[in-house]
């Protein structure tokens, strides 16, 4: 692990739970950038160092490593690319009493915040953001910018494509696969294949729609009014979340 001081993008839910993670790990956090929070305010002890404007500017960022804490997939990929423009990877976090068998990778910018149980042949690819009490079944393949909500519990073989979203408590039988973009609502038990870009509710799982995605909500399921958006005239990436 970097003995450089983490920085953590994002002062919201996630950050505050990256924080306590990163705590944990005795590591040094050096504090937060953020769109929403005024520069130089406190969340939860840590300080709010400026925007997210200044992971542009390298000289800014070499002295630290870098994690991404915000739930919006889209976003947070985008955030932590601007981290690797700089020829730099983001940090991977993973709690303490999660253990990693030597056959399991993770990618940088992936965070498992806890109580995740972690089977051989796991993949975990760059930017996924893994809440606590998730089980990975033998040989999953989760691609990169995925979030995984509390109490998801995947079966053996399955695969989650690139950025879709499982909601709390979500059941993947065995050797299935979740589309790109696709969101599964809490507590669906999806039985078949899920296409790219679609919504999935119930138990057995049925797809009811498309999913409608932006980068700057904090959940698929949660809309942000557009009043608390931070950001440049055009719309910014909202990191309050």
């Not at 002295?63 to 983001?90: D, K, L, M, T």
């Not at 995925?146 to 059941?171: K, N, Q, T, W």
Request: net charge neutral; aromatic share 6%; charged share 20%.
């Amino acid at each position: 692990m970097s003995a450089r001081p983490l920085l953590i993008v994002g002062a919201g839910a996630h950050g505050r739970a990256v924080l306590e993670l990163a705590r944990l790990l005795d590591m040094t956090v050096a504090g937060f950038l953020d769109d929403v929070n005024p520069v130089k305010s406190s969340i939860d002890g840590c300080e709010v160092l400026g925007r997210t404007s200044l992971l542009d500017e390298k000289p800014f960022i070499g002295p630290f490593q870098a994690i991404v804490a915000i739930g919006n997939s889209i976003a947070r990929r985008g955030f932590s690319n601007r981290i690797r423009a700089h020829g730099r990877e983001p940090a991977i976090l993973i709690h303490p009493a999660v253990r990693i068998p030597d056959s399991a990778r993770i990618g940088t910018g992936s965070v498992l915040v806890g109580e995740n149980v972690v089977y051989p042949g796991v993949i975990i690819g760059q930017d996924v953001l893994i809440d606590p009490g998730v089980t990975f079944g033998i040989d999953n393949l989760i691609a990169d910018g995925v979030y995984i909500c509390p109490g998801c519990h995947l079966g053996a073989y399955v695969s989650l494509r690139e950025e879709c979203f499982l909601g709390m408590g979500v059941v993947v039988v065995p050797e299935r696969t979740i589309g790109r973009r696709a969101v599964i609502g809490a507590g669906a038990v999806v039985f078949k294949d899920v296409p790219d870009g679609k919504l999935v509710f119930g138990n057995p799982g049925r797809v009811t729609g498309d999913a409608v995605l932006d980068d700057w909500s904090p959940y698929p399921a949660r809309s942000r009014d557009s009043r608390t958006r931070v950001g440049d005239k055009n719309g910014g990436n909202d990191t309050g979340n």
